[in-house]
């Protein structure tokens, strides 16, 4: 929500001044695909966290928890492949690491995205408040969380 805020915010203040700086329309424009590149990764984060919770959560078939799937031997023990048991644990937890280093990846690449959109939302303020029709960032609103406890202190 702020960032739609910031966005529609600087859309007033690149129109109002878009006539004489060119420039600011460019770091708006940088900006805004910084924002779309930011939530990719956002997803793609999310995709990875979900899909290592699955691997986490699934039971393994009974041919890997130690149960042959053709049933038991004569004498009624159940049968065990310890090879194949062995190589599908190996197989889930390389799995795992796979999502774990996509996990971290995105991150980083998420943070740095948020890193370079603060340093042009920066740059952005400084072109807006040298323009002379710039417009006046609006105060922050209240959370839903500081509305209620607003609310209740108010109804006391």
């Known amino acids: 929500m702020k960032n ?3 966005i529609l915010l600087l859309s007033g203040a690149a129109c ?3 006539d004489t ?10 900006y805004s695909q910084l924002h779309e590149e930011q939530q990719s990764m956002y997803q793609q984060f999310e995709m990875a966290q979900e899909l290592r919770r699955n691997e986490l959560r699934e039971r393994q078939p009974p041919a ?3 149960f042959s799937a ?6 009624g023990q159940v049968s065990i ?3 194949e048991n062995a190589r599908r644990q190996l197989e889930k937890q390389e799995r795992l690491h796979a999502y ?6 995105t991150h980083a690449r998420y943070m740095e995205l948020a890193a370079r959109k603060k340093a042009l939302l920066d740059e952005i303020n400084e072109l807006s408040k040298a323009a002379p029709e710039a417009v ?7 959370s839903p969380a500081r509305a209620k406890t607003s609310r209740s202190s108010r109804e006391k």
């Open 4 to 6: 739609l805020l910031s």
């Open 16 to 18: 109002a001044f878009a």
């Open 21 to 30: 700086n060119p420039r600011l329309l460019e770091l708006k424009a940088e």
């Open 136 to 142: 006046e960032e609006p105060a922050p609103a209240k």
């Open 70 to 75: 053709q049933g038991s031997n004569p004498d």
């Open 81 to 83: 492949d310890f090879n």
């Open 100 to 105: 774990d280093r996509e996990i971290s990846q």
């Open 64 to 66: 890997v928890q130690g």
